[in-house]
Every structure is written in structure tokens, then in C-alpha cells.
């Protein structure tokens, strides 16, 4: 369970669960909702596991297993991760690359 995996790198770095979710940025409930079985969407696993310097799969090991095949790798991740501090040109470019990066999967799917 992620809390679990959460709770032990706390404890490696001698702090309490909220004071880590606090110095990352996210609110003290956020931990609670952990702690109910709620697994962070992927940018945030990323901030969470560079904040331990770890990996986002030490952090969600079992979740892991559960998760679609078709999941953000960590290059997704991280790029999405940006999004909120990029200008409004940078994020339309990647967005016009990510739907012709779309028609080419799909045209290279109808190939088939």
C-alpha cells in the first residue's frame, strides 16, 4: 500500500508524515487520504519520490501491479509535472505535438 511505503520513508528521513506532505507542497489532508488508500495521480508520485530520492516504484509497489498498461512512463511524468510553470505558447506546441504524435499511433494502428 502506498502509505506504507510513504510512512517508511518518513521515518528514513526522521520526520512525520504531514511535515513531509507540508515541505512538498501538499495540504495535511492529503495524508489522511493516503492513509484511507488513496494512491497520488503520477506527478505528484514524482515529486514525492525525488523528494526522498527514491523511485516513484518503491513508492507503489503493489499499486503497480493494479495500474493499466498504458501508464505515463516518468519522462511523462515529469513533463506534465511542468505544465503549470511553462507559458501559454510552450504548452500549446506540446499540445499541437501530442495530437499529431496521437494521429500517427492511430494511423500506424489502422496500417495493421
Avoid at 526522498?52 to 495500474?67: A, H, N, P, Q, S
Avoid at 505544465?83 to 499540445?95: C, G, H, K, R, T
Wanted: glycine share 4%.
Amino acid at each position: 500500500m502506498f502509505y506504507d511505503e510513504y510512512c517508511k520513508q518518513c521515518n528514513r528521513v526522521g520526520k512525520s508524515p504531514s511535515a513531509c506532505a507540508v515541505e512538498m507542497g501538499f495540504h495535511k489532508s492529503e495524508v489522511t487520504r493516503w492513509k484511507n488508500g488513496t494512491v497520488p495521480r503520477r506527478a505528484n508520485l514524482l515529486r514525492i519520490a525525488d523528494y526522498f530520492g527514491c523511485t516513484i516504484d518503491d513508492l507503489v509497489k503493489e499499486e503497480i501491479k493494479k495500474e493499466p498498461e498504458n501508464r505515463l512512463s516518468d519522462a511523462h511524468a515529469r513533463l506534465i509535472a511542468l505544465l503549470p510553470q511553462m507559458d501559454e505558447d510552450a504548452v500549446s506546441m506540446l499540445l499541437i505535438l501530442a495530437k499529431q504524435l496521437e494521429a500517427r499511433g492511430k494511423s500506424q494502428d489502422d496500417d495493421l
